[in-house]
């Protein structure tokens, strides 16, 4: 069975400087996608980058990008030129390629950006 | 817009008094689920659907009731709601291919006393 963990419960951030949230996840099947959501304090779940098993290359979209480590199955997100408004909750998810809809959430990381 | 739409979004009630949230997505998305937010345990699934009339359980399904009658609707049904079902529920679609991200409502925040 899958299994996604986010060892961080809190991190805090210095505003302007880069964050690195880790994620770790458990699978025996080669193909997978990984997602990472943002939850603003407002509640709504935000989709912020997807990953997927076989890219041979790193996704990035805008200030963020996911350092996509295969063989220590790893999927850490990193937010550059942190902005107050990153301010949130954040989780990994991941599904099964075969069976994208069985998507599995870590416990989550509230980051908190410093002015 | 595109948009998943959950109500209501604040919901408190008693113990046993059944209760229905609903959501509604306007994009055609074959794929529907429920889940259920907890701190510490981020989001677990309650049940989910592949298509009209295709229910099936997620990880906590236990005293929850799903139905899909129809393609953009997916209510959650509390027949008997307890205390332990208090937390923040959130409805959520995708076209059920790869890399397709799963678009969510806004979330309903049930308490039951």
């Known amino acids: 069975a899958q299994k996604i963990t986010q060892t961080q419960p809190g991190m805090f951030v210095q505003e302007k400087e880069a964050v690195t949230l880790d994620c770790t996840y458990d699978?025996?099947?080669?193909?997978?996608?990984l997602f990472w959501y943002k939850q603003p304090s407002s509640g709504e779940m935000i989709f912020l980058i997807y990953?997927?098993?076989?890219?041979?290359q790193n996704a990035t979209e805008g200030r963020y990008s996911l350092n996509f480590q295969k063989a220590r199955k790893s999927a850490n997100l990193v937010i550059s030129a942190s902005q107050l408004g990153d301010s949130a909750m954040y989780f990994c998810?991941?599904?099964?390629?075969?069976?994208?809809?069985?998507?599995?959430f870590g416990a989550g990381t509230r980051l908190t950006v410093k002015p | 817009e595109a948009q998943v739409t959950q109500n209501p979004r604040y919901l408190i009630t008693v113990t046993g008094k059944k209760l229905t949230v609903t959501c509604s997505q306007n994009?055609?998305?074959?794929?529907m689920s429920w889940y259920r937010q907890d701190p510490g345990l981020g989001l677990r699934q309650i049940y989910y659907s592949m298509n009209v009339e295709v229910t099936d359980k997620g990880d906590v399904p236990e005293g929850y009731k799903v139905s899909r009658k129809e393609k953009r609707n997916f209510p959650l049904i509390l027949e008997s709601p307890s205390p332990n079902q208090t937390s923040l529920y959130f409805c959520?679609?995708?076209?059920?291919?790869?890399?397709?991200?799963?678009?969510f409502g806004n979330g309903t925040r049930l308490t039951v006393t």
């Open positions: 994009m055609n998305h074959e794929y």
């Open positions: 998810a991941m599904g099964l390629s075969f069976n994208n809809n069985d998507m599995r």
């Open positions: 990953q997927g098993s076989y890219d041979q």
């Open positions: 699978t025996s099947d080669p193909s997978y996608g």
């Open positions: 959520a679609s995708s076209t059920g291919r790869d890399n397709s991200p799963l678009h």
